[in-house]
């Protein structure tokens, strides 16, 4: 265990030592989300109230919690495992002690660092800065971040699968930014969408861990939050997506570039 360890860290520390020398990646992982928030609350501002039962400064919250995911952990490990797979670096590790598990768990240490202070710092200052209330449910706001940092790693990994060179990782990672930007809540609430549009929007990959991040800022069964029932169904559907991100990561990975 102290060996796991110990390679993690090494792993995770010249991650975060080859993010800090790369500009790019840099803005997307630190500065982009900040950006984002400012552009979800100017979006959710023209919204009727009708569509917002949870209000302007809650819908923000909840919605930056995702974006800051989406964007530090998601399209960020995208760019760096590719590049890593480019530059050989991946099947140089394979050569050593490192497990494939440890190589990924290690490269995205410092993605899920960074999305965790972000959310923390959305959590403590976002009262004072939106004007929202604090979270009711902590714990399940935890869960939600947790679950999806997992989940979006493993997704990143897929990605690669598809994505050649880093250049291409922006157009790659498009697709699922802007479906769970508009089909997860990030962008504007799933209620304000048609029953049965919800309903499949309900099965994307972040909307089970986005309904565990708004009843943790709204407390569960709030105006805008699941109830009890809800969240079993959003966690089974959070399992779900992990169990077949992580085989399809088992079975798909590329650690070497194509020839």
Known sequence: MNATAARLTALGRAELTLL??????????VLMPVLMIGLLR????????????????????????????????????????????????LKRLRTGEARDTEILAGGALPAAVIALVQCALLTALGPAALGATAPHRPDLLFLGVLGAIVMLAALAAVTTVITRTVESAGLTTLPFFLI?????????????????????????????V??????????????????????????????AWIVLSVFAVQKWFRWEPRR
Do not use: H, K, Q
């Open 20 to 29: 800090s020398r790369n500009r790019n990646n840099l803005f997307v992982a």
């Open 42 to 89: 100017t979006s959710l501002a023209g919204m009727d109230d009708g569509n917002l039962p949870m209000g302007i400064a809650e819908a923000t919250a909840v919605g930056g919690t995702g974006m800051v995911l989406v964007l530090v952990v998601y399209m960020n490990l995208v760019a760096t495992y590719v590049a890593r797979r480019e530059e050989l670096v």
């Open 180 to 208: 769970s930007a508009w089909g997860s809540g990030l962008m504007m609430p799933v209620d304000s969408l048609p029953d049965p549009i919800a309903t499949v929007c309900s099965m994307l990959p972040l909307s089970g």
């Open 210 to 239: 986005m309904e565990f991040v708004r009843a943790g800022w709204l407390g569960v069964g709030a105006p805008g939050a699941a109830g009890g029932t809800e969240l079993l169904g959003a966690g089974i559907t959070t399992v």
